[in-house]
């Protein structure tokens, strides 16, 4: 089953903060997230594996929580290039992907 | 490096057309996947191969779907009498091989009209 996004569009300033949430109604083995800009093609961005990871990538880090069955992408002092749409994948026992509808962020100068 | 290259970036035809769309993967991915993704949606799963064989068809939406990767490299998705709810983006990616969490490497995508 696809896993909901929240929320489906944020406006931002350049330099704020921002949540992206991904809840599931199926047990996790792993959230793949990934951006994507318009017309362009999806992004990878990090993978968190079920244990309760938390993992960074400079200003863009995300958190696993396999007994809520969510993740949180986290977002901080936002810039003009993270601007896209949010996609976060859920992976069960196999290869296989599920994506969510996206969350639409606009960062504005 | 190269990444996933697919062919044609756009393909227009009509309702009850034959359609063959192309996936390069990055040479030496073992696995290979396939996305459909419409307007205002994530990608949606078609199918997934590991090496030759189809893994995992599942996604495919009716038998008017095949693909196919004879030698384990590039990759054609097949369309027979092609419906006018077809129309979207055809993605496909690519994994190295090892775990089953690897990251996919998407490439930019066939955008599929019919008309």
């Known amino acids: 089953q696809q896993p909901v996004q929240s929320p489906q569009a944020v406006i931002l300033r350049e330099g704020e903060d921002a949540v992206i949430n991904c809840s599931s109604s199926?047990?996790?083995?792993?959230v793949h997230w990934y951006r994507q800009k318009h017309g362009e093609a999806p992004v990878f961005l990090m993978i968190?594996?079920?244990?309760?990871e938390q993992k960074g990538h400079e200003k863009i880090s995300a958190s696993f929580n396999e007994k809520k069955q969510q993740s949180s992408l986290y977002l901080t002092a936002s810039q003009l290039s993270y601007s896209g749409t949010y996609f976060c994948?859920?992976?069960?026992?196999?290869?296989?992907?599920?994506f969510g509808k996206g969350t639409l962020l606009t960062v504005n100068p | 490096g190269a990444g996933v290259s697919q062919t044609p970036s756009n393909k227009v035809t009509e309702k009850g057309k034959y359609v063959e769309l192309r996936c390069d993967p990055i040479?030496?991915?073992?696995?290979l996947y396939w996305y459909r993704q419409s307007l205002g949606q994530g990608p949606e799963f078609l199918i997934y191969?590991?090496?030759?064989?189809?893994?995992?068809d599942s996604g495919l939406p009716n038998d008017r779907f095949f693909a196919v990767r004879p030698e384990g490299s590039v990759s054609t998705l097949k369309i027979q009498r092609t419906e006018r709810g077809d129309s979207a983006v055809y993605l496909c990616?690519?994994?190295?091989?090892?775990?089953?969490?690897?990251?996919?490497?998407f490439g930019p995508g066939t955008r599929l009209t019919v008309l």
């Open positions: 199926k047990a996790l083995y792993s």
């Open positions: 968190l594996l079920k244990g309760g």
């Open positions: 994948g859920i992976g069960g026992s196999n290869y296989k992907l599920t």
């Open positions: 191969f590991q090496g030759t064989g189809a893994a995992d």
């Open positions: 040479s030496g991915h073992t696995a």
């Open positions: 990616a690519s994994s190295p091989p090892g775990l089953a969490y690897n990251e996919q490497f």
